[in-house]
């Protein structure tokens, strides 16, 4: 949102010895229109839904005014049985990420650091990178059972996964020029990779976790839907639809929309504080 | 790999070795290194002497990074022996400044921490590698925070930084990978003023790749002069104008002469 103001200083910064004509150039006074522009894209989306609904050209039993809509959103997070499904549906995906995150990090670290090691597991990793997860949902209920653990442990599967994926490739693609300098100051194979691997490979990480919890939401709604299930948004929006209940079916997409929206930028911010140099 | 007529490469008889000049700091005896099945260095013989800076200068490709690169250790060898002052390369204690200094600083660590980095790594206690860090920071006559980011300082501040980094630990032997060509003209007078008033103070032994066959001059004791590949010594050429050297003895005769020198031997090798 900052970009088209750095943009506006660079020049001026590096063309130092041109003097703008001092005159008729005042300073922009007016309001910065340019902030706003992210809101244009929904606004555009809720009149043309606004505009279709009243207009019937797609039945009211099937689309639910946006008004009408975001009260039922509102009135159902703000206590209602929405929120209860949505705190269920988060501390799923909590549950799953944090499974893999713990598991997956570290192994990629290792992995990644031995080459070899990562060879030998690399097809396997990357056959079940892409494997959909969801065609693995049988599977998992063979061994799971239809349970609560069933939907974290796919959803931590898939996520693992990407986490392994991710971190191990930051290992092996850190620069080798940093892990050189390590070595040429005496630094052991162990100080090389507590001191230099491992933060190389935090930017990659960072990613890779980013995804991992978009991956662990999506499998999460999924084994909602079709995992006998009694709570959570994807047992929610199904179960509105069964019922043409399309007001809280919107409801439910729309929060689990703004739950995977919330997610990535908590970590793009959480990246963004730790991994501090990435980029520069 | 098994070598299959093992006894056969027995029976040659083991080169003796010839130790250097007096005042000799870095033996290299029969160095040999291939690069995709062709010899890039084959049974190279240098002395480096001690304390003083060794220019290397040389045509593209002729292997001059390689060549102190298989020094410090960066690069293995195929062949020969590296000593330092009869001792090797894991016995003795060197600094290295890289060409790039955005990849060879560490960017999760402060300035500071960077520069420390050798010291805490041979153990130093706090107060030892305070005390050193107050020297570095009055021999370089530090202006910059260090206690920034490397990203944060300035290209020149950042190459600088690293110079310290490499002297921090009082190494024995200092190889700079053609230090000064990411920086601009201003900030390369600066740091190699800055390089040659920390040579006079430690007397630290130096062997400095440049592009640049005034820097090269300028800040050497010896020139040595590569052939292009498979890679000899061309000529190695003594400059001993009086340090410190300044703006005044860039048109010195004695610079002059020597950089022409240079230049002649270089063009020579170039269209050999």
């Known amino acids: 949102m900052d970009a088209p103001s750095s943009e506006a200083v660079a020049p001026a910064g590096n063309a130092a010895p041109w003097t703008a004509p001092a005159v008729s150039v005042a300073p922009p006074r007016s309001f910065p229109w340019g902030k706003l522009l992210p809101f ?20 009211a039993i099937l689309l639910p005014p946006p008004s009408a809509t975001i009260v039922t959103l509102v009135t159902g997070l703000a206590g209602g049985p929405l929120l209860t499904d949505f705190g269920v549906t988060v501390w799923r995906t909590v549950q799953a990420f944090l499974i893999a995150a713990i598991v997956g990090v570290p192994l990629g670290v290792l992995l990644g650091s031995s080459e070899r090691a990562y060879r030998s597991v690399e097809f396997l990793i990357d056959f079940f990178r892409s494997t959909p997860s969801s065609a693995l949902i049988p599977l998992f209920l063979l061994i799971f059972g239809v349970s609560d653990i069933n939907k974290v442990a796919i959803a931590a599967f898939g996520a693992f996964l990407i986490v392994v994926f991710n971190s191990a490739y930051g290992v092996i693609n850190a620069r080798k020029q940093r892990v050189m300098a390590a070595k040429v100051m005496g630094a052991s194979r162990w100080q090389i990779f507590k001191d230099v691997l491992i933060w190389e490979s935090l930017q990659p990480t960072f990613v890779g976790l980013r995804s991992a919890v978009s991956m662990a939401l999506v499998i999460v709604i999924v084994a909602e839907m079709f995992i006998g299930s009694e709570s959570g948004l994807g047992h929610r929006i199904i179960d509105a639809q069964q019922v043409l209940n399309v007001k809280s079916m919107y409801a439910a997409i729309l929060s689990a929309g703004a739950l995977g929206y919330a997610l990535n930028v908590i970590f793009l911010i959480a990246e963004k504080r730790i991994v501090h140099w990435s980029g520069r | 790999m098994r070598v299959t007529n093992a006894a056969v490469v027995a029976d040659v008889p083991v080169r003796p070795f010839v130790p250097g000049a007096p005042g000799t700091h870095i033996t290299i005896r029969g160095l040999t290194k291939y690069f995709a099945g062709w010899p890039l260095y084959e049974n190279f013989d240098l002395d480096i002497p001690k304390a003083k800076i060794v220019s290397v200068f040389g045509p593209n490709g002729c292997g001059k990074s390689t060549l102190i690169n298989m020094i410090s250790g960066l690069i293995p060898i195929d062949g020969g022996e590296i000593l330092f002052d009869g001792k090797s ?40 590698v305070d005390r050193r860090m107050q020297e570095l920071v009055a021999s370089f006559d530090v202006k910059f925070d260090l206690n920034r980011y490397p990203y944060e300082l300035s290209g020149g501040q950042q190459q600088t930084a690293s110079i310290m980094r490499a002297l921090a630990p009082k190494p024995e032997v200092v190889f700079l990978d053609e230090p000064f060509s990411a920086l601009d003209y201003e900030m390369t007078l600066f740091i190699r003023e800055k390089l040659q008033e920390v040579f006079i103070q430690s007397g630290t032994t130096m062997m400095l790749v440049s592009h640049d066959l005034e820097e090269a001059v300028y800040l050497a004791d010896q020139i040595l002069l590569l052939t292009k590949r498979p890679t000899k010594i061309a000529e190695i050429l003594k400059y001993d104008d009086p340090r410190p050297r300044t703006v005044a003895t860039l048109s010195e005769p004695s610079f002059i002469s020597a950089k022409k020198l240079s230049l002649e031997i270089f063009q020579r090798e170039v269209r050999r």
Not at chain 1, 48 to 59: E, F, M, N, P, T
Not at chain 2, 104 to 125: C, H, Q
């Open chain 1, 40 to 59: 244009l894209g929904p606004l555009v989306l809720f009149i043309i839904w606004d505009v279709v609904v009243r207009a019937g050209l797609i039945k």
């Open chain 2, 89 to 128: 390369l894991a016995e003795t204690k060197i600094g290295y400044v890289f060409q790039n200094y955005r990849e060879a600083m560490f960017p999760w660590m402060r300035t500071i921490d960077n520069i420390a980095y050798p010291l805490v790594m041979e153990g130093k206690s706090k107060a030892e």
